[in-house]
């Protein structure tokens, strides 16, 4: 019987590329629902969709959020 081997978790979140929410859960200090509703709201980074089940997230917004999440903006 073959075990699926689980990668192990960076101690830091990458300062470029993209990530998921599963990846940058240990870092963020709300839910995964709230995340959605403030990215909703401009308040946190916009998700960018490679399908229906698959979203990213810009690193480097990602770290613009963590250092400032209560006066985070979208910058348009």
């Known amino acids: 019987m073959t075990h699926k081997q689980q990668l192990p978790t960076p101690e830091?979140?990458?300062?470029?590329?993209?990530s998921r929410f599963s990846q940058i859960k240990k870092f963020s200090p709300v839910s995964r629902e709230k995340f959605r509703q403030l990215s909703k709201e401009g308040r946190a980074p916009q998700p960018e969709r490679m399908g229906i089940r698959c979203t990213?997230?810009?690193n480097q917004e990602l770290h613009r959020w963590l250092a400032d999440p209560i006066n985070y903006r979208v910058e348009v």
């Open 12 to 18: 830091a979140l990458p300062a470029t590329g993209k």
């Open 56 to 58: 990213f997230y810009d």
